[in-house]
């Protein structure tokens, strides 16, 4: 149907290369999403899709057919920009209509379109008002309007929601959702909101340098990036990452920082000899690290209630019914880890903390109302299926603690059931 | 509370006008003062348009004069002036067309076209303003000479329609409009000169309005080209039918009155376009400040 393959797709710009060599396959139907730093060649690999700049090399083809070298409006494609790109001087329907006149039979089948595509947005009293008179969600929904009035193959919106403020673009983003699951077109979307992207993507592109990075559902690649850009880049507070030493013991192997030894589990996926002996880069999230114990900086002053009081929530190992979340990841706690807190940021549903452990830090993201203040010193452990390890040299991932699509999503209600 | 009340003394000054102080008067009286040396010529003219010759050369003398409107029916009727004024129409709307239509053309092509020494092509058009066409009269004549444009519509209009300042104001102007607008139309496969009519201009007016006016009136003052180029008496502009006023004298003495009367009849028409435009005009010239 419309399923758009890029191969070996790249685009310089003079001596600047901003896409290298790019193979990708959206498949029919699909939602995905790009997504990567500002200048990583997300939204030109976007614009090269649409025509509007030329592949240097490689290939393009939406569906069976070779657009590689055909103009824009050959290619049966709808784009919605950040700007919304809406003619100031036209109303609303007239931007919806303007330049598609020629592909309708009949005025009346061209306005019955845009009734049914305003409707669908929920905008049709809208229509006759000219851009200056729409507030910016509506003008976006005006913008998107256009693109459904084309009924293209393709949609590919390049950061539409990134003019808007928080609320309402965290609302049109379940609209886009819902819009998608109406008219299953096989949408590209640029963003560099990586909430946008888990949200909205049924599999997410990261890019960097103009280079492909990983492309797999959000999940997946929040649980097992293939490098440590991914790993860093999603998710926030982002991934801490450590420099360590892999050692062999008996029969297992663990991470040794001067801090720490955290003990690594062995499994048919991994394979630590690689990386056994030598220096790595160990990366674990900051919702993966919990506080086994904490100690009052100011034990001496305000006495052992303090302790005790500030202690009591997190102790590990003497689960109570009341801890099932705590639970579920303590009981999967490994490593000792002994950290000064050094500031607190509360954030609502959780309590960040940021901890020097030697010479490095660490983020930990643990729950809210957990007495600890700066200067405390803490124990952490970390969740023993959440590891990572990254080759220091290039970057990629030398080893995830659970096998992929294993374990991780379904240990934590068989635990909790025991 | 200190700025609270200066912001509330603030403010009845400005609503209340007899309390402009020492100093604002000073900057006022200034103003009125300049405006009045600069509307003064103007003044003059329409007193001397009403005097005879010989209350005319009576410096003192600056009541309304004794002819009323009698130099402007002479200028008008005797003299011709009617038919250099319609000359000069049809010549300063050709020009303010062809200038429009030629400089958006161009600036299309600047802005929305990617060719070979882009930004060589702009400097040189910028370049041509280096060369007015008084400083092109010779080599100009003889080209006119030469095509047999001589003494023709095409000879005063033709050399005045392509203008670097337009093209520089309507390509500054054009660079102004997002280009996701332009992308936008290549996507729907609307071809460029659909674009230029439907979407550019609509959305220039104010900057095509500017450069009309400014074009119309530098068109209308054009006194040395045509005094040159055409021959025809019946085919002159009006600036130089002024010229003409200044043969008929009376007993030896140039009739002021009549030229004067001849100078305020030529200056309505380009008065009346200021006027009608003078909001786009602005909207022209504070671009250009941009």
């Not at chain 1, 494609?77 to 919806?96: G, I, S």
């Not at chain 1, 890019?207 to 990036?225: I, S």
């Not at chain 1, 991934?239 to 030493?245: G, K, Q």
């Not at chain 2, 400097?123 to 303003?129: C, E, S």
Request: charged share 20%; hydrophobic share 45%; net charge negative.
């Amino acid at each position: 149907m419309s399923q758009i393959t890029l191969d070996g797709l790249t685009k310089q710009f003079g001596d600047v290369e901003a896409v290298r060599g790019i193979d990708l396959t959206v498949e029919s139907g699909e939602f995905l999403v790009f997504v990567g730093p500002s200048g990583c060649g997300k939204s030109t690999t976007l614009r090269t899709i649409a025509g509007l700049e030329d592949a240097t090399e490689g290939r393009i083809l939406i569906g069976d057919e070779d657009v590689t070298g055909l103009d824009p409006a050959e290619r049966s494609v709808a784009m919605v920009f950040q700007n919304y790109a809406l003619y100031p001087h036209m109303t609303a329907a007239e931007n919806m209509t303007f330049g598609v006149r020629s592909s309708f039979e009949s005025d009346a089948a061209m306005q019955e379109r845009v009734q049914e595509a305003a409707e669908t947005l929920d905008i049709p009293e809208l229509l006759d008002r000219k851009p200056s008179e729409l507030s910016g969600g509506e003008r976006q929904r005006v913008a998107i309007g256009r693109a459904l009035v084309r009924e293209p193959a393709v949609f590919l919106l390049d950061e539409p929601l990134s003019n808007l403020d928080a609320k309402l673009r965290v609302q049109m983003r379940a609209e886009l959702l819902e819009l998608h699951r109406e008219l299953e077109t096989t949408t590209v979307y640029v963003t560099h909101d990586q909430t946008e992207a888990m949200t909205l993507g049924d599999r997410v592109a990261v890019l960097d340098d103009g280079r492909l990075q990983q492309v797999a559902t959000p999940q997946e690649l929040y649980d097992y990036p293939d490098n440590r850009f991914v790993a860093e880049f999603l998710g926030n507070p982002a991934m801490n990452v450590l420099s360590v030493d892999v050692v062999e013991g008996e029969t297992t192997y663990a991470a040794e920082h001067a801090e720490f030894r955290v003990p690594l589990p062995d499994h048919h996926d991994a394979d630590l000899s690689r990386v056994a002996g030598s220096v790595a880069q160990f990366g674990v999230r900051p919702e993966d690290i919990s506080v086994r114990a904490t100690e009052s900086g100011r034990q001496t002053s305000d006495g052992t209630a303090a302790d005790e009081s500030a202690t009591a929530p997190q102790t590990v190992g003497e689960a109570t019914a009341s801890q099932t979340v705590g639970e579920a990841t303590a009981s999967q706690t490994v490593g000792e880890a002994t950290a000064s807190v050094t500031v607190t940021e509360p954030l609502g549903e959780s309590l960040l903390l940021h901890c020097d452990v030697g010479e490095d830090s660490l983020r930990v993201k643990t729950q809210p109302r957990t007495a600890v203040s700066p200067g405390d010193t803490v124990v952490l452990g970390f969740d023993r299926d959440r590891l990572h390890l990254f080759d220091p040299d290039d970057g990629t991932t030398a080893y995830h603690s659970s096998p992929k699509g294993e374990a991780a999503p379904t240990r934590t209600v068989a635990e909790m059931q025991d | 509370m200190a700025t609270e009340t200066d912001r509330r003394s603030g403010a009845s000054t400005a609503v209340s006008f007899p309390d402009v102080s020492g100093g604002q008067l000073l900057v006022h009286g200034g103003l009125v003062l300049s405006i009045f040396l600069m509307g003064l010529p103007l003044l003059l003219a329409l007193v001397m348009s009403t005097q005879t010759t010989t209350e005319v050369y009576q410096v003192t003398n600056l009541q309304i004069g004794s002819d009323g409107l009698s130099n402007y029916e002479t200028a008008l009727s005797t003299y011709n002036l009617g038919q250099y004024m319609v000359n000069s129409f049809v010549m300063a709307a050709v020009i303010v067309v062809g200038k429009v239509a030629l400089s958006l053309l161009a600036a299309l092509a600047l802005v929305y076209y990617e060719f070979p020494y882009e930004r060589a092509v702009f400097v040189f058009v910028l370049l041509t303003l280096l060369l007015p066409v008084p400083v092109r009269i010779v080599p100009l004549f003889q080209l006119m000479a030469d095509l047999g444009w001589a003494n023709t519509l095409l000879a005063i209009t033709g050399p005045y329609i392509a203008s670097a300042t337009a093209v520089f104001l309507f390509r500054q102007h054009f660079r102004t409009i997002p280009s996701s607008l332009v992308e936008n139309a290549r996507l729907d496969g609307v071809g460029p000169l659909t674009f230029l009519v439907r979407v550019l201009i609509p959305m220039s007016r104010g900057m095509i309005a500017g450069v009309a006016v400014i074009t119309f009136v530098y068109a209308w003052n054009q006194y040395l080209w045509p005094l040159i180029v055409i021959s025809d008496q019946s085919k002159q502009v009006v600036q130089v039918g002024i010229r003409f006023l200044q043969g008929a004298s009376q007993s030896g003495l140039t009739q002021w009155g009549l030229i004067m009367a001849g100078a305020v009849i030529a200056l309505l028409p380009p008065l009346a376009v200021l006027i009608a435009l003078h909001r786009p005009l602005l909207e022209t010239f504070s671009l250009q400040q941009k």
